[in-house]
């Protein structure tokens, strides 16, 4: 086994367990105060990625830890996958 090949293994077993936290978080963090959506994509900082995948939380805008209700407070990490909270403003299906 090459180390590229383990390399692909190891970014197919993050995906995977990304995708189970997704499934497993999804649905919940979607009650959360502002949460416009949830999926899974590369952790960001100031729009540059940043490496790894993370859970990515889509937020209508962020708001101080401060100002938010104990429940809506979002994780930095479920089941050692990194949360990554984006501000996109407020989502609209369109047809």
Not at 9 to 29: F, H, I, P, S, T
Request: hydrophobic share 35%.
């Amino acid at each position: 086994m090459s180390a590229s090949d383990s390399q692909e293994d190891g970014e197919r077993a993050d995906l995977q367990r990304a995708l189970m936290v997704k499934e497993r978080y999804g649905e919940e963090l979607m009650g959360k105060a502002n949460v416009q959506g949830v999926g899974i994509g590369l952790h960001m900082r100031e729009g540059k990625p940043t490496g790894g995948l993370s859970l990515v939380v889509l937020v209508s805008h962020k708001v101080p830890k401060a100002q938010l209700a104990p429940e809506d407070l979002i994780p930095n990490e479920i089941e050692g996958v990194s949360v990554d909270v984006q501000e996109v403003g407020e989502l609209e299906v369109q047809d």
